[in-house]
């Protein structure tokens, strides 16, 4: 009980390490590269917190627990809305940006329905409809860069280019690393070496890294924030799970709550790390970015390899509620694209309801 308590405790600590890295690194490289922060958050950013998801995913799917994989896509995308956006909100009001507001909404909505329609069609995701998940994200990614490039994106001139303190996150992370070290021993020794290992490595590059081109600091830095979230991830729903399972809750709860907070602790990491930074099109891009990313990359790699079953309650009612929780920012924003701190904590409160009553429904 106490390792796994003390999962969940660094996890947290590498999750909010990680986050404040990687948004740094997005911030600067979207301003070098000449490309919107709105581009990288859901493109580069979405990418790297939604890897936890992807992992879980593909390992449930190859072991045979479909509610596992299904169960933590829907519940994190429930979370990245209500949770992760509406606790940058209440940081930092956010401002929906116009491509945001009539395309990336949009998006997630028809691609929640895409794979709710196929869940329905034969009860599970077959290999086929996998390859037109990773198809249609393919395509949507290929496009939103060329666009990019081509200079038809809007850019923001007022990025914090911010700036990566190697030593600063080195001496964070060697602490975060000790302290695993000690708690755990030998039992998770892969997660001792993978957290100190990456400390010993940035703290290599630090005295070089200000002889680096500063778009080479930059990508270091996403590089080890990325690194971080799917480490901390890692170890907090390995913590949590265990704790949950010995609560006797079902695999498909467990999924929607457990694995779905914990798998989206970067994306709520990242996206209050951006609000604090004031990027906002950073912190809602990724929110919405990394639900795309779930239902097309995450569901369709898993079905590609091993067809994926749906269970009723996830056609019936939970697919319902990730969707619902996407939607409700369209009257919650529609007069001024703002979302304040007012409404980021009715999009919590509307989370902490929904847990409850997956928990009441659990007992």
Known sequence: MLVAAMLVVTGLAALTVGGDALVAGAGGLARRLGLPPLVVGITIVSFG????????????????????????VFGSNTFNV????????????????????????????????LVMGMGFSEGELARWEGAVLLAVLVSYVGWILARAFAGKEEVDDDVDEGGLEPEVAAALLTVGGAGVAVVLGGELGWATVTVTGGCLVLLGVAKVAKLLPQVAVFVIGMLFGMGLLVAGSDLLVDGASTLAFQLGVSEAVVGLTVVAIGTSAPEL???????????????????????LFNL????????????????QRFLLTDGWVALGATAVLIPLCFRDRVLGRRRGMVLVGAWVAYTMVLAFSAG
């Open 296 to 311: 097309l990359c995450v569901l369709g790699a898993a079905s590609l390899i091993t067809p994926i079953a749906f269970s």
């Open 82 to 113: 209500l949770v992760a956006a509406g606790a940058a909100a209440v940081v930092a009001p956010l401002t929906l940006s116009p491509t945001l507001w009539r395309r990336e909404l949009p998006l997630v909505l028809v691609a929640t329905l």
């Open 269 to 291: 990491a990242t996206t209050v790390a951006a609000a604090r930074a004031g990027e906002a099109d950073i912190a809602v891009g990724n929110a919405l970015g990394s639900n």
């Open 49 to 72: 917190t939604s890897a936890p998801e992807l992992a879980v995913a593909v390992v449930a799917a190859l072991e045979g627990s479909p509610d596992l994989a299904v169960g933590n």
